[in-house]
């Protein structure tokens, strides 16, 4: 129970963080992305304040063994930088500067606007799965 | 370059990236879990063996009513305005659940996460996906 409220606070500290930072507005995501015109550099507070506090923890977190609520730190195999690597990043970019909507922020917005994100959201679940049988299949 | 200071933000915007931080660094504090939005909806429409979809189903719901609780106690609406529509949306939303699939990540997995643990192939997909989004809002308002 105590686990579950948990999981259930921090995907809502972290959908206030995307309200409350401009993330879920695709107008200023955009305003972000778009340099060489009249350029918004909110975002980047967001993404230097999210990786700054992370990384501070993290070094406290790594002296523990082991989560307070399972067995072992799950964190991604080290994989080199590949060619899926390179080459989902492009898509991606690419989906996020037409939309202004990455998948965080995609999904947050859903109780705000379903009319106008769920298409996106249902188009990029259906990329999730498409892009994991792919991965499944791949040849190294 | 020209700043936009009408839309500036970089308090709240400061504030929020904070507490995205948090809530990155207790869901490996307390569930040893990466939080990458991609990832953790990945593995529900596509489980695993392993099964593990309960938690994600709950970060899920949590990320939605993250925004609610906003509106709530600032009292005021979160503002949310739409930059594509027609077929550009879906096309948008294929594009970013493919290309997160395939380079396994998204802002928050390689972005917050990533760039945290100081791992190089996250910093190499946030540059590259960072690159492409600016060319691609460039191409949508500055030329043709």
């Known amino acids: 129970m105590l686990r579950s409220l948990t999981i259930i606070f921090i995907g809502a500290l972290f959908g206030a963080g995307l309200a409350i930072g401009g993330m879920l507005n695709p107008a200023k995501v955009a305003g972000f992305l778009d340099i060489f015109g009249v350029w918004d550099p909110s975002l980047a507070f967001v993404m230097g304040g999210g990786v700054v506090a992370n990384f501070i923890g993290m070094r406290l977190v790594q002296r523990r063994r082991a989560p307070l609520f399972a067995g072992s730190f799950r964190l991604p195999d080290a994989a080199g930088i590949d060619r899926h690597l390179v080459g ?19 999904v947050s917005s859903l109780v705000l606007v379903p009319g106008d994100v769920g298409l ?18 791949r040849t190294r | 370059m020209t700043i936009d200071f009408a839309s500036f933000t970089p308090a709240a915007s400061l504030a929020g990236g904070v507490m995205i931080g948090i809530a990155a660094l207790l869901l490996m504090l307390l569930h040893g879990r990466v939080m990458g939005i991609s990832g953790i909806l990945g593995g ?24 609610l609780i906003v509106i709530y106690l600032l009292g005021r609406p979160v503002a949310v305005q739409p930059v594509a529509d027609g077929m550009l949306l879906p096309v948008a939303g294929l594009l970013v659940g493919l290309g997160t699939a395939i380079g396994s990540g998204c802002t928050s997995g390689h972005g917050i996460c990533g760039l945290a643990r100081l791992s190089l192939r996250s910093a190499a997909a946030v540059g590259i996906f960072m690159c492409a989004a600016v060319i691609t809002v460039y191409v949508i308002r500055h030329t043709g």
Do not use: E, K, N, Y
Request: include cysteine; charge should be positive; glycine fraction near 24%.
């Open chain 2, 44 to 67: 529900l429409v596509r489980p695993t063996s392993g099964g593990d979809v309960g938690w994600r189903v709950l970060f899920v719901f949590g990320a939605l009513l993250g925004p």
């Open chain 1, 88 to 106: 989902g990043a492009v898509l991606f970019g690419v989906g996020w500067g037409l939309g202004g909507l990455c998948p965080g922020p995609a």
């Open chain 1, 120 to 137: 996106f959201v249902v188009m990029m679940l259906a990329g999730l799965f498409g892009g994991r049988v792919l991965m499944a299949r």
